[in-house]
């Protein structure tokens, strides 16, 4: 490190200039570092990328430090030859992007890794980066190109003998089976995950498995079964440090009790789960909880705080690319203003909402929105049109087991009731 004294004497003769970055930072002189880049000296471009892959080593979870040069890491991926060094990057970065909400750099860098592993025959880097490409579709909203993925991936853990990461990519297609409202495939890769973690000693994989066991319950209605699952992963995750699969735990124990009716212990979850989000960095985890929260003070009949929190959660999710959550947030916000009396407003966000439902798979979530709109159609006497989005929620519902399945096919049959007694001869 050099001494104070040194580095002012360095920025007085122009060699150095502060930047406008986190942290005190310090960059060559744009005109040096303009020279340094027309004639780059491949032993030093070697030496920036381990002084920066060592930084980011140090602690992959200090996404603070990382932020800080990340564009001297992005210039170092640049320069990197192709080969296994490259691949180096790849791994060291990725748990900072993906919370960070930097998907598509992920997916830059990965594709780019990919290659390297499929030129030199590094089938079981192959397998992972495979797996991680899927990942991050799954998180864009892109469930199709996530299977697609997550296919590749399967066989050649299974070739290789990669038990741990063919665990991972079982459970990861379960999560995205459970996304598209098919439980009873998210429930066959779970269980097919399980007893290899539970062999392996993964308790970290195990947790995460417990944990999305638990959201399909709850999706289906079956409370106690999701709160068994979730108190099986909690202790896990703090026992073995996974920050960031402790605030997942939070978030989902909050949703489960605001279906409760329990609205405080949901705030007191969630509570929990937000300053651990933005202690690690975790984007689209905060967008989440920020949204459930915009739920329960909505249901609490407190429509300002609901904005305040779904207003928040917006923006992150539309910078990071979260289309699903995107769509959530949208349909939420379209809620509190049907209750607030403006329907033309409700009406534009469940529009905005609806085609990317639509787009992601969200079934369920179409369902719902659906629904809310044909409530604003049938107070606005726009029956037929009720009767449309009733149809197709209730087609919807049916098809992913919704627990709403008995209230929307009661729902629709008033509302065709009612548009028979308008259509009938005499009626006025």
Do not use: C
Not at 81 to 108: I, S
Not at 406 to 424: G, H, N, Y
């Amino acid at each position: 490190m050099a001494r104070p004294e040194t580095l002012a004497l360095l920025i007085a003769r122009n060699l150095l200039e502060k930047v406008d970055e986190p942290g005190e930072q310090l960059a060559l002189h744009q005109t040096l570092a303009e020279a340094a880049r027309t004639r780059p000296i491949a032993a030093a471009q070697e030496r920036h990328r381990a002084y920066y892959l060592a930084l980011v080593n140090e602690n992959r979870e200090d996404w603070r430090r990382i932020a800080a040069v990340y564009r001297q890491i992005q210039w170092a991926w640049e320069q990197a030859a192709e080969d296994e060094k490259l691949l180096d990057l790849v791994w060291a970065l990725r748990r900072y992007q993906n919370r960070r909400g930097l998907w598509r750099d992920y997916l830059d860098w990965a594709g780019r890794g990919l290659q390297v592993t499929q030129t030199h025959h590094l089938r079981q880097d192959e397998g992972t980066l495979l797996n991680n490409i899927g990942s991050i579709y799954d998180d864009l909203g892109q469930p199709d190109k996530a299977l697609d993925y997550y296919g590749r991936a399967l066989p050649i853990r299974e070739e290789v003998g990669d038990r741990g990461g063919l665990a991972v990519t079982l459970n990861n297609l379960g999560r995205v089976y459970d996304g598209l409202g098919q439980p009873d495939k998210a429930l066959d890769y779970y269980g097919r995950a399980l007893p290899i973690l539970e062999e392996a000693g993964d308790r970290g994989g195990l947790a995460t498995t417990l944990n999305n066991l638990g959201l399909v319950y709850a999706n289906l209605g079956q409370p106690d079964k999701a709160l068994d699952y979730y108190g099986r992963a909690l202790p896990i995750t703090e026992e073995v440090g996974d920050r960031a699969g402790l605030a997942a735990t939070l978030n989902n124990l909050g949703a489960v009790y605001h279906a409760l009716g329990q609205p405080d212990q949901a705030l007191d979850y969630y509570g929990r789960a937000l300053p651990i989000l933005e202690e690690v960095g975790d984007r689209g985890g905060l967008a989440r909880t920020l949204n459930n929260l915009g739920l329960v003070y909505d249901n609490l009949g407190q429509p300002d705080q609901a904005l305040d929190y779904y207003g928040r959660a917006l923006p992150i999710q539309e910078e990071v690319g979260d289309r699903a959550g995107l769509a959530v947030t949208l349909s939420n916000l379209g809620r509190v203003y049907a209750n607030l009396g403006q329907p033309d407003q409700a009406l534009d966000y469940y529009g905005r909402a609806l085609p990317i439902t639509e787009e992601v798979g969200d079934r369920y979530g179409e369902s719902i929105t659906r629904y809310n709109m044909a409530w604003i159609y049938r107070a606005q006497g726009r029956l037929a049109e009720a009767v449309a989005e009733l149809r197709r929620a209730v087609e919807l519902a049916r098809l992913v087991q919704s627990p709403h399945l008995t209230t929307f096919t009661d729902t629709l049959a008033q509302v065709e009731a009612q548009l028979r007694q308008r259509q009938s001869p005499g009626s006025s």
